[in-house]
């Protein structure tokens, strides 16, 4: 089975430039996360949907940060524009269970802003 | 102070060393997920918690709920186990986990 997928794995960019990334979960995973994690700390909660719903999005800075997930399954997470302090991992992970089961991550995608 | 502490923060091991990480929280959670994180790499799920003990190959996770601690242990080290072992806890009917900032280990031949 395959696991949850991230694209890019690397992106370099300039700041006041847009990036999106994207994730593919399991297969029947309702739960997905965006995770942002900087150098040598623990990931920090992005936004958690449970199927198409938004159900956290509280640490999102929705000034610059977007993210969909449209039909449930796929998401994308958008920056516009990315600034300096961006820098970091992003993560996805998906659940099987509603917010409570073992969480499954991807690769992650690393973001570099010039 | 974190919610979620980890000790110790840096560990060199030789080969073959028996490896303990500790992780101790300070809220009441409905559960504990021991990560492992590659350097470069993504994270994997090692073990999820709730009560006693768990065991995977070279792996043992325990947890006591009334002391707010775990320890995931390491048996006949190996330096492929090197990577970063994060604890996250789940705080009480909370959807949301909590991450420690993770142990760094390094085996060494």
């Known amino acids: 089975e395959a696991g949850v997928v991230q694209s890019p794995r690397y992106k370099i960019i300039e700041k006041k430039q847009p990036v999106a990334f994207w994730c593919n979960p399991i297969?029947?995973?309702?739960?997905l996360y965006w995770y942002r994690q900087n150098l040598g700390q623990g990931p920090e909660l992005l936004i958690r949907?449970?199927?198409?719903?938004?159900?956290?999005d509280s640490q999102l800075p929705k000034d610059r940060f977007s993210a969909e997930r449209l039909k449930g399954v796929d998401s994308t997470l958008k920056i516009q524009p990315a600034e300096l302090g961006d820098s970091a991992v992003y993560l996805c992970?998906?659940?099987?269970?509603?917010?409570?089961?073992?969480?499954?991550f991807g690769e992650g995608s690393r973001l570099t802003v010039l | 102070k974190n919610e979620v502490e980890q000790s110790p923060q840096n560990l060199t091991a030789q080969e073959g060393e028996f490896i303990t990480i500790n992780c101790s929280y300070s809220v009441g959670i409905s559960a504990l997920h021991w990560l492992q994180q590659h350097p470069g790499g993504g994270i994997v799920s090692l073990f999820m918690l709730s009560s006693g003990k768990k065991k995977h190959g070279r792996l043992i996770a325990t947890i006591n709920i009334q002391e707010k601690h775990s320890s995931l242990h390491i048996t006949a080290s190996h330096p492929r186990d090197s990577a970063v072992y994060i604890c996250a806890v789940r705080p009480g009917t909370a959807s949301k986990l909590t991450f420690g900032t993770g142990t760094r280990l390094q085996v060494t031949l």
């Open positions: 297969s029947g995973h309702n739960t």
């Open positions: 949907y449970e199927n198409e719903e938004a159900v956290d």
């Open positions: 992970a998906s659940s099987p269970f509603l917010a409570t089961g073992e969480l499954f």
